[in-house]
């Protein structure tokens, strides 16, 4: 069982920055890929940034050269930093965990409870 828990959700001034937080907890396996996704209002949810367990970061168009996402693998948690914030950032920010227990074997996905993020013009 894994438990995530994201911070650092809010209200952000268009321009500004932010940084999300989110702490995973429970059974970790050392092949994982942490990230973030967000969801707008009737929309899907998409890709912001994820990040291995080797360190290898993949970023959305959207969020690419103003955004960093980073992990801390003795904490279980990993960062997201957008900076020059937009009102398009304005949505639900979720933390994601993808892992699995040996290569090629079972895939596990757990999700946080999401975060609002609402940036102001």
């Known amino acids: 069982q894994v438990q995530l828990a994201e911070s650092g959700g809010g209200l952000a001034q268009a321009g500004g920055s932010l940084r999300l937080s989110c702490a995973a907890s429970g059974t970790i396996f050392s092949i994982n890929t942490m990230g973030w996704y967000r969801q707008f209002p009737g929309k899907q949810r998409e890709l912001v940034a994820t990040i291995t367990s080797g360190g290898s970061t993949n970023y959305a168009d959207s969020v690419k050269g103003r955004s960093t996402i980073s992990r801390d693998n003795a904490k279980g948690t990993v960062y997201l930093e957008i900076n020059s914030l937009k009102p398009e950032d304005t949505a639900v920010y979720y933390c994601?965990?993808?892992?699995?227990?040996?290569?090629?074997?079972?895939?596990?996905?757990?999700w946080g409870q999401g975060t609002q993020v609402t940036v102001s013009s």
């Open positions: 994601n965990l993808q892992q699995q227990k040996w290569p090629g074997g079972p895939r596990y996905d757990d």
